[in-house]
């Protein structure tokens, strides 16, 4: 299973990845239109300017995932190859899993009444945060491949329970 | 991420050298803009800069960098000096008589041999007012057939708006935008295109004025503008008829002039129905509420006006989208008004009425459309062309053409530079540039402005005013017919043209900023067309419908012509050009400048589409259409659409760039109502091209 | 991926199907492919979730919306399911007895059978009208009487009792609830949170009654002669007429099986932090257990559907095997109040003197937020109005480390999002 990892080192705050993900989950597919649209379609990456520094949080398809735990409606679970997956027609949009995301990787779709997540957008080759992304400071790959390249502290590969 | 802007050509302040001793006055006569130029000379004559004229009342010193590249190209290695003759293959230098001699010995033959029809004339870059005088009064006595600018640049909104109006040229100048509520941009990148004029865009906008911005791309323009609308390629007619839907629907519309002054309203209210809001919100990817709040700011920002580009005109489903925009115009009363109407680049000021007693005038045998021409040559029905422009590079499926030209018997090319085009000819003449001649020039802000010659003459080029004059003569036809002189050609133009009969090179000559026209003998000049509601249409009203009664067809941008019956599994992409601020057609290219700005050209795509292809920023990229395909780098930006690539127009194999054109890659195909060539929205393929060791 | 730690092909035995059951019967299979499961319950369905049951009276989801798992679960996860009602545990012949008699042994048992509603004797309550809210067939009963309904009386202002007045209010149905507490929902959320959701509700049209308390429900006979509900008399001496009483006034757990078996019970069944009853291989997770508190460490019962998930996870692992121990169980709760969602967490309300409260409150846009803090950590929140990134503090609750006091002043009032560490005031972390 391939995921979406950030490293914060690399990360020049351009939120050029919120922006392809609000271009990619916008209904005209429109960077320029998506911000009129009603309602406003939402980034599932989280970008935040802390302290001088900055942070993308996005799902990360927890191996055991809080939020699907907490799920009350079966919404949320895993796919057979192990991302984290929602189900938007199951989704009450009870706002459990966001009360349990580590992370605040999962969005309130207001007018919808139901939440959303990052789903890696399965339909592309690569997401489109990561090619946004310039500065390589997002990496899609396995845990696997994003430790052997040395980008990680050995946590993605250690299924510590 | 990629590039929104390219900032460093939005209308540039110069200012003049200190102590310049020969500063010469003059106007631009690249894109119809107008600016008013200064020009420095050094002791030769020779241009050494150019700058913004600050007391020009409408560019208020601001040029683009185009008009400042020229320095470099007037006296490069690319301009032709002399008379050039192909002999074996190779070009020999020859008199200017012997070159005459020839070329009248030529055209006599072939006109008696084979019909006045034999010989044509593509001739987009012909001069200044006086050469254009001269062009066509050799045109009527000799029968030559000419395709100029109009097939390749704006037929289909002069077509269009003439069907409407009954006049093809901009109701209302550029300065009027300050005077406007809103300003709606359709495909129209004027930031970069109509840079030197551009400020009165943004001063009207810093006045209040709303600038609505409709585009496939994130252009410039779009970036300094209020609201930005990004529409889906191709699909501008189907908004402009969701605006008119609500503007009519919801009584919006100006119920007084619909009624007293159009034809064909319930037409209109019945075609616009063909698409509910919703169906127009998802074809033309643009939110409903959007399109809503749009209307409903048309409905109430009045006067407003509209400024059409490129965008929407040279696309192969033009007509419609032409025709939906500028009634949304008349319907709103948007017309006539100060700060209302219709800006454009087309500028016309109307023909010069007999100049010519009837009998001397000769009508070419065959009437060929801009399509059929290809065909005419190949089949060798044509046997000689004028050639005043570049058309190996700027027609459609310009491999063709190429071949076409190649094929033809007889080749002249009045050039300024060794072009593409002028690499075919057999003879190739030297042409003076517009600094290095006199005469009227047509501006956005529907005025004529006078331009003295500020440069001298390059070596031994001719204005086409001399060309024809002199070639005439060579032929043996009446020479008296032709003035000598730009003045006099204009005093001999405005005399025999109502419009502009007040307008006196004089006159010109005492008022900065020039003439508004029409300006009949009484002086008095109309600074907006339709003030008095006369429409010069046959019924002397606005035409809201076509002819066939049909208002507005929208036909699917991948059903239009060009696009018909290709395969979308084949070619899944669309593929436009579109123009940058420092380039101009053929000429901006052999400037150093210019070079320096848009170092090669290349093709923009969506960083989501370059990842379909595995391409990273500036990797080759091999596109493809059913007439060529072309490899180019790539840049990835978010300014395009995802399935969309975009790249520039000008270059060919032999100017510095070096480049097969892309034009080769557009068939011939041209949009059904307007009769444009599409340069926008035709089918592509794409695939990242391998390197070397890959 | 995984290892599998303990013995293989044990019979695995779990009463209740519901969340704690269905999350350890999942866990066993991810880690013992060959064991055998056997589940048994005495709804005889397939698992749903007894949260969406207001969601189902209100029609905002249809009965197959309830399902948590597709039909075929029990195959795919290689399940024997029986419906049936448990009687009796039987731990010295590992074996359990159901009320048909019927006998099914087990290597390891889970007691997963939740809670029922508990209702003190009230006059009136056999009568046709008078409903209860926590199973399918509740809700079913529910929605099929609600077309007579015009106006109904909510007993309890807690969760359950909210959730069912909005179904209820879905309908259309004019509703009040009456609590006796001084405020709403008193277990996930305190005074001034109460009265932003009480406004909202008000608004909405409900009538909330705090501080009351039913006394009395009254009758009349109905056209097939039984008696049905007609109004409810408070002890504030009003009468409301209604055509239906939901009674949601708490639960308790379901432990009348383990009576006599020496599993030991004290509110609900006792855990330790393996989940593992006072008695060898008897599990019990979700509300019946009586599990350790992740704040206090004493022993409590968490009524909640995360909290039952997560136990059953941790009661799955230590069946088959692999030991791991529970962290305790944190207050959590999230609830969307027409429209406008709250989350609180943790220790909502502290005696007063003890820690340090902030908030935030904008009444005009529902919004509140309060903090509590406690020897420098975060210990509780609330968050009405704008509640993504709550899981970031409850999760920083969970992390019992020192927060910058100025930190979580910033997050009282901006969105709140993940920026990798958190500020403890004593440089980086
Ligand atoms: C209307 C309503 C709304 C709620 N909303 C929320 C909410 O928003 N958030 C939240 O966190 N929680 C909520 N809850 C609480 C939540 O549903 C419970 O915490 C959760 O269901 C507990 O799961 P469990 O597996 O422990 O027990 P239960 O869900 O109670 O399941 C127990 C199972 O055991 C079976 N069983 C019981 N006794 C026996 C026996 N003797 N023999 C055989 N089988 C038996 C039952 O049939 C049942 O299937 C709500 C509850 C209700 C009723
Ligand atoms: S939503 Fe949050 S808890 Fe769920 S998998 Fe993603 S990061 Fe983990
Ligand atoms: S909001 Fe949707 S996904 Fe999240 S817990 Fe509720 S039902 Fe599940
Ligand atoms: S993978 Fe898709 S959904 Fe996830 S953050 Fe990136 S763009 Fe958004």
Redesign the interface.
Known sequence: MQKIYYR?NHCDG?Q?CE??CI??KS???????AK???PTPKARI???K??N???A?ICQHCI?A??V??C???AMHYSETGEVVHNLE?C?????????????????L?DA?KVSKCDLCED???P?CV??C?RRALCYCTPEDYENEGWGDGLAIS?H? | MGLYIRPRSLGIISKPLERDDDLRTSICCLCNGGCGLKVSLDHEGKVQAVFGDRDNPYNKGKICAKPMEIVQTLYGPYRVGHPLRRINGKFERITWEEALKLIAQRYNHYSQENGTGSIVGITSKIGGSYSKLAHSIFSKLTGMANYGTGPICMESELKVRKDIFGNGSASSPLSDVIKSKIMLIVGNNCAQTKAGQFHWISEAKQQGTKVVVIDTRFTETAQMADRFIQIRPGTDTVLGMALLKIIINNNLYDQAFVSEYTNGFEQLAEAVEAFTLKQAADITGVPRNVIEELAEDLAVRKPGMLFEGRGIVCVNNAGASIRAFEDLMAILGNIGKPGAGIISHINNYGNARDLIPKKDVIKPDRKRSATALYQAMEEGEIKMVFIAGNPCVNWPDSRRMTQAIQGLDFVVSHTLFLDDSAMLADIVLPATHWLEEAGVQASVHRVLQWKDQAAATYAESRSGGDLFRQLAKYMGLETSYFPNSPQKAWELERTHNKSIEGITVERLRKTPGGVHFPCPANGQEAERLYESSLFPTPSGRVELARKNNIAIEYINVFDSPGNQGVSPEKYPYLLSTNKVASHYHTICQYSNWAQEMEKQPYVEMHPQTASELGLTDGDPVRLETVTGSLVLPARITFSVPRGYFTTQPYFGLHSPYRQTPVNSLFPVAVDPVGGNFANKNIMCSASAEGRAGQ | MKTKVGVMGLRYLIIGNSAAGIFAAETIRGLDSIGKITMISKEDCLPYSRCLTSYFIGKEISEEGMYIRNKDFYTQTGIDFIGGNVERVDPDSRCVWLDNGEKVNYDKLLIATGASPFSPPLEGSDMEGVFQLRTSADAKAIAEFAPKVKTAVVMGAGLVGLKGAHGLHELGIKVTVVGSAPYLMRYSTDPESSEVLIKLLEKDGYRILLNTKAERILGEKNSNGRMSVSGVVLNTGEHISCQMVLKAIGVRPNVQLVEGSGVFVNKGIVVDDEMETYVKDIYAAGDVAEADDFLTGEKSVSALWPTATEQGIIAGCNMAGLKRRYRGSLALNSAVICGVGLISAGIMNLPPGEGLVLKAVEPKKSFYRKFVIKDGRLIGMIMVGNIEGAGILSSLIRKKAKVDINYLNYLLTSPVKYHGYFPTGEGRE
């Open positions: 914060a351009c050029a922006v392809a271009e990619k209904f005209t597919k429109s960077l320029f239109m009129l649209e009603q989280n970008f935040e802390f302290d520094k900055y942070w949080s055991e809080m939020c735990g907490a009350m409606t079966g199951q009450v949009g009870c706002g459990m899993c966001i009360m349990v995301c580590p992370f605040g990787a999962v969005v309130m207001e009444k592309e080759k690569i489109p090619i946004a310039t299924h329970w």
